[in-house]
């Protein structure tokens, strides 16, 4: 493997972009990209992202979960997330400790840093917030001292020895994210620093991983996705080789873009993120196979899913037809590695968005968003984090075991890529993806254009898209219309247009400001089977969004309760249901609305 030679810099020379980077961070300009480091891609796109910044959230639950995630990560001690770096650089570390996965001796030390520092950036980015942005630079400076003159650059033996590529995939992403989105020059002055220390302890081949406990426990396959941006950036091109290097084509991408189901006994959240290394590939390479991989795995995993969208009990993909999903009910409390699953499940949607332009992704990405990421526990004041999602008779909303999880990392990042989840655009269309309270500003040759959003959705059936600025006036607008709905409506300034399930609604006029579009979609009440091998033990589902029994009793799963149809509205509410069952009430609420009740999910339906 290449030596560090080639990429070090003094300790000078680093102390001086040190002072550089907090200048730049004053310059950076929310949501948009640093203009270096952003070539033309050879993959074809049929919707684009808008950039962090362009979509603002003005209500709703989402925007709850949003707001409090940003407050929480921006409270974070920098000296107490940097000491276990100080420490082994031999530097002065103030600052309690960390302690759980995090610290010296923990499972993979220091693990979590650099996405503390992606999710900051985007969450400045996204909102504009200078705070972030000073706190992203801060801590790069902090981290990049330590890295320098540490003698490795792991903070642990464990993350030295297990997860080396592992863990440097959240530095890189970290450095990433904190030149493009925080304009931390530092940032980039590291990449290269960090790649070439970190080499050396990488697997030479890209290793799978095979279930949750299994050798070997490094995801190098993971890693690809950063290397292509690391391209990007630095103009170098042996990052971009190591991108293509370490793809997991054999085991991975070959036999899925052939069609043939390769999930089963996978270990499920390091094969779906590795997902976006084929993302990636297929963008930057061209090669078709990564985009038909990308497709079919997405089809592969809809039997796997769960009605919340999750998937891979005990952190694996499940063979399918034997029932499988429903004997996890009882075996195991580990049903969905939240929100680490659910991070990596709305990444796949959003990028087969982008390649197919198809309306059913951003089903799943719904349904994905409102049950799993928007429906963990909030997190604690010391290391307490959700990390799976309990589906059983009695399940419980808990904290990991240990403090300072991985999924503590994919937290902040998931929500605050809330922003990318709602709009998409291509160069003559916007794309109404999600329904929730929200403004878009889309900066086209035509002229500006704004559209606000209004809607009580999912609690209420109906969304009100205003446009407030219309450019030239000359673009269509698609709206999403969920497969599973019935008698959906949509009126543009009144005047009713038909739409069908499943499908986006395309509106092409010349528009001004000032015009409206209104979309009713009628939320009943319906069910869905857990697998095929039990199709009378369901979920309730109304709209997107899983309603689960809350305070359950012993044996409630094994009586017979006529879903949906026992189920009546609770008086004055908008979103609770009771069914009688004997001589108790069984309250049903939508999943993301449990706080610290136990929870049952699946009932034997009549």
């Not at 300009?29 to 074809?44: D, F, H, R, S």
């Not at 409630?556 to 509410?573: F, H, K, R, T, Y």
Request: glycine residues 10%; neutral net charge.
């Amino acid at each position: 493997m290449t030596g560090l030679k080639s990429a070090e810099v003094s300790r000078r020379e680093f102390v001086h972009c040190a002072a550089c980077a907090t200048a730049a961070t004053s310059l950076a300009i929310p949501g948009a990209a640093v203009a270096a480091g952003t070539p033309a891609l050879a993959g074809k796109e049929a919707m684009h992202e808008f950039a962090y910044g362009a979509v603002k959230l003005t209500g709703g639950p989402i925007k709850q979960q949003f707001d409090h995630i940003h407050a929480h990560y921006l409270a974070l001690d920098n000296d107490r997330v940097l000491k276990v770096f100080r420490e082994n650089a031999g530097l002065p570390a103030p600052g309690p400790n960390m302690g759980g996965w995090y610290d010296q001796d923990g499972f993979v030390p220091g693990l979590t840093l650099g996405q503390y520092i992606s999710g900051l950036a985007r969450l400045g980015a996204a909102t504009g917030d200078k705070q972030c942005h000073d706190k992203v630079a801060a801590l790069v400076d902090g981290f990049g001292k330590a890295f320098v003159a540490g003698s490795n650059p792991y903070a642990g033996p464990k993350a030295q020895a297990q997860w080396a590529a592992y863990v440097m995939d959240k530095y890189v992403v970290g450095m990433i994210d904190a030149y493009r989105l925080s304009g931390v020059e530092q940032a980039k002055t590291l990449l290269p620093i960090i790649i070439e220390k970190c080499r050396p302890y990488i697997s030479p081949v890209s290793r799978d991983r095979i279930g949750k406990v299994n050798p070997p426990y490094d995801e190098t396959y993971v890693i690809s996705e950063n290397l292509f941006h690391v391209a990007d950036i630095t103009g170098d091109e042996k990052y971009r080789q190591m991108a293509i290097h370490y793809l997991l084509d054999k085991e991975w991408f070959d036999p899925l873009a052939a069609g043939q189901d390769v999930l089963p006994e996978k270990h499920a959240y390091s094969h779906t993120i590795a997902l976006s290394s084929g993302a990636q590939a297929y963008l930057h390479l061209g090669n078709d196979k990564y985009r038909k991989a990308l497709v079919n795995a997405w089809k592969y995993m809809e039997p796997q899913r769960f009605a919340s969208g999750g998937w891979g009990p005990e952190e694996q993909f499940v063979h399918l037809h034997q029932g499988k999903l429903a004997a996890s009910l009882k075996s195991s409390k580990a049903h969905f590695e939240t929100p680490c699953g659910a991070f990596a499940d709305l990444k796949l949607a959003r990028y087969l968005v982008r390649f197919t332009g198809e309306p059913q992704y951003g089903d799943g990405l719904e349904r994905t968003l409102y049950n799993t990421m928007l429906a963990t526990r909030l997190p604690d004041s010391d290391g307490g984090y959700p990390y799976y999602s309990d589906y059983g008779s009695a399940g419980e909303k808990r904290y990991y075991h240990q403090k300072w999880p991985c999924c503590s990392g994919t937290l902040v990042q998931g929500v605050a890529d809330y922003v990318l989840n709602v709009y998409f655009h291509d160069d003559n269309n916007l794309m109404v993806n999600m329904y929730t309270p929200s403004e878009v500003t889309w900066t086209r040759p035509g002229g500006s254009v704004e559209v606000v959003q209004e809607t009580g959705y999912p609690a209420t059936d109906t969304v009100r898209l205003k446009v407030r600025k219309a450019g030239n006036g000359r673009f269509g607008m698609k709206l999403r219309i969920p497969a599973w709905s019935r008698g959906a409506t949509l009126r543009v300034n009144g005047a009713e247009q038909r739409v069908t399930p499943g499908t986006l609604a395309t509106v092409t006029r010349t528009w001004k400001a000032g015009d409206t579009v209104e979309l009713t979609i009628p939320q009943p009440l319906r069910t869905l089977p857990i697998d095929d091998q039990n199709p009378n033990l369901v979920a309730v589902m109304r709209g997107p969004v899983m309603y689960v029994g809350i305070n359950p009793w012993d044996g409630v799963d094994q009586q017979a309760i006529p879903l949906p149809g026992a189920l009546e509205p609770m008086p004055n509410s908008d979103v609770a249901y009771r069914a009688k069952v004997g001589d108790r009430n069984l309250v049903f609420i939508p999943y993301f609305n449990v706080d610290t009740e136990r929870s049952a999910t699946y009932f034997k339906t009549a």
